[in-house]
């Protein structure tokens, strides 16, 4: 996960109204399912918030990008200025300071600052893309490990207390489903472990991999897939965070 805090900002310009009333939005860029938004500091151009918020399952080359809004008097928001973070400004050590916001100039060659505190932990190690032609041939086997999952929400999207959760795996070659998976049933417990192991032709043509957890009345907890280029040829290893669970939630599958 990344831990982020957001702390503060210096030399803001004024907003289309007057003074600002300004917040920040943090994203991983590419991922709609990582993004938060502090509270909004009222008539500020130097507002702390010391705000966090967790990310679960993010990847070594991710990329966190910072904007800093205005909502003025008729709610209407404008962008004040913003920052792109590449993962080797944080990456493995983390980040504490300031970084300067793009398009922010209250005066000509003093851009708005913005301060932050960067914190990975057990992030997510996504493998380089393979080689132009690699792909796997008859014979070849994809042995998938399906160890667990948790920060599972304790009432489903559908508004029901889950009873159960089971994960179903489908391998898709060409956009058709060519193997799948169901694990076996585990009752009464948002961190459910299963430490099964699979074994997928190589033949098939694999071109992804789905991953849908259910529960054993109400409906569908969470989903994730993986791409062959996140796991050939050299394997991939870590959280997937789980998308569609209930709002709010930070589930995530571990594979």
């Not at 509270?39 to 507002?47: D, F, G, H, L, Q």
């Not at 179903?168 to 489903?177: C, D, M, R």
Request: charged residues 15%; neutral net charge; aromatic residues 6%.
């Amino acid at each position: 996960s990344l831990k982020i805090i957001v702390q503060s900002a210096t030399g803001l310009r004024c907003g289309h109204s007057g003074w600002p009333h300004p917040y920040a939005v943090v994203q991983v860029e590419g991922r709609t399912d990582l993004k938060f938004e502090t509270r909004i500091a009222k008539t500020e151009m130097n507002p702390t918030w010391n705000q966090a918020a967790n990310f679960d399952g993010v990847e070594t080359k991710s990329t966190l990008r910072i904007e800093v809004w205005d909502k003025d008097a008729n709610k209407s928001t404008n962008l004040m200025g913003w920052v792109t973070v590449p993962s080797d400004k944080f990456m493995p050590s983390g980040f504490q300071g300031e970084l300067p916001l793009q398009d922010s100039s209250a005066t000509p060659h003093k851009p708005a600052m913005l301060s932050v505190h960067i914190t990975p932990t057990n992030i997510v190690s996504v493998p380089s893309s393979p080689a132009s032609g690699a792909q796997l041939a008859p014979g070849d086997q994809i042995r998938l490990t399906i160890v667990g999952a948790r920060g599972l929400e304790t009432v489903n999207v559908n508004g029901f207390q889950p009873t159960a959760a089971s994960l179903s795996v489908l391998a898709k070659a060409k956009g058709t489903g060519a193997w799948q998976h169901k694990t076996q049933v585990i009752q009464n417990n948002p961190s459910p472990m299963w430490n099964e192991e699979a074994l997928i032709d190589g033949g098939l043509g694999v071109d992804s991999l789905r991953f849908e957890l259910s529960d054993g009345s109400c409906g569908k907890l969470g989903r994730a897939s993986l791409t062959s280029a996140q796991f050939l040829p050299n394997g991939f290893q870590g959280d997937l965070a789980l998308k569609g669970a209930s709002k709010g939630s930070s589930a995530v599958l571990t594979v």
